[in-house]
């Protein structure tokens, strides 16, 4: 079956790093993305990652995946007030087009 | 922004209605993806075209269709609309050879009374 799977909330201080996790059950995804929703707003690209990638760093963000584990994880460094939002996990696969699942979002708040 | 655009912004309508929905993708980007995102569902994958074609499906209602154009746009298409129809409808795009890289537009937000 396909579902993703998050926690649906996590608390920081600012200046602190935010670790975001997500469990995946399709094996054969292709693509794992992490995209940021903020309030009143579309969904917006932060990074992905091939599956056959272990990690990806992109400025404050890296990526981690444990394809054995089929467990993603997102870190922010040095989280801001801004970094507030919901991150939502999500895995897609070429069928011939690309179907994507989304996880449930995790709301990060970020604490001044 | 993602230079995806999405019409109209918001929308109310009764039951049993039908709405249009439209989306414009990113200059040059030939797939157009439909999702709905509710307080109960989440966000859930609905099609993909490509290049005018269906090319995914995912969690469509048969009242719901969808279709793109020659000129890349697209339109989603609800009918006999019920109150549980009303959600967030967002529209992304994405390149020829990067499907992994979707650009959401800012979202059509439906009311169903």
């Known amino acids: 079956g396909e579902d993703v799977e998050q926690s649906l909330f996590l608390s920081v201080r600012e200046g602190d790093s935010s670790v975001i996790n997500c469990t995946y059950t399709?094996?054969?995804?292709?693509?794992l993305y992490w995209y940021k929703q903020e309030p009143g707003a579309g969904l917006q690209l932060l990074t992905y990652?091939?599956?056959?990638?272990d990690m990806k760093q992109d400025q404050r963000l890296t990526v981690l995946l444990n394809k054995k584990d089929k467990h993603l994880s997102l870190r922010i460094a040095d989280t801001q007030t801004g970094d507030s939002a919901i991150y939502f996990c999500?895995?897609?696969?070429?069928?011939?087009?690309?179907?994507?699942?989304f996880g449930a979002g995790t709301r990060l708040f970020v604490k001044a | 922004d993602s230079g995806v655009t999405q019409t109209p912004k918001h929308l109310i309508t009764a039951t049993g209605q039908r709405v249009t929905l439209r989306c414009s993708p990113r200059?040059?980007?030939?797939?157009v993806y439909w999702y709905q995102q509710s307080l109960d569902q989440g966000l859930q994958f609905l099609i993909q075209?490509?290049?005018?074609?269906?090319?995914a499906k995912g969690n469509i209602l048969e009242r719901f269709s969808a279709q793109q154009f020659p000129d890349l746009h697209s339109e989603l298409n609800l009918s006999s609309l019920e109150l549980g129809d009303s959600a967030l409808y967002f529209c992304?795009?994405?390149?020829?050879?990067?499907?992994?890289?979707?650009?959401f537009g800012p979202g059509t937000r439906l009311t169903v009374t």
């Open positions: 990652i091939f599956s056959n990638m």
């Open positions: 075209y490509y290049n005018g074609e269906e090319r």
């Open positions: 200059s040059g980007d030939l797939s």
């Open positions: 992304a795009s994405s390149a020829f050879d990067r499907d992994g890289e979707q650009y």
């Open positions: 399709d094996s054969s995804s292709t693509y």
């Open positions: 999500a895995e897609s696969k070429n069928t011939g087009g690309f179907k994507t699942i």
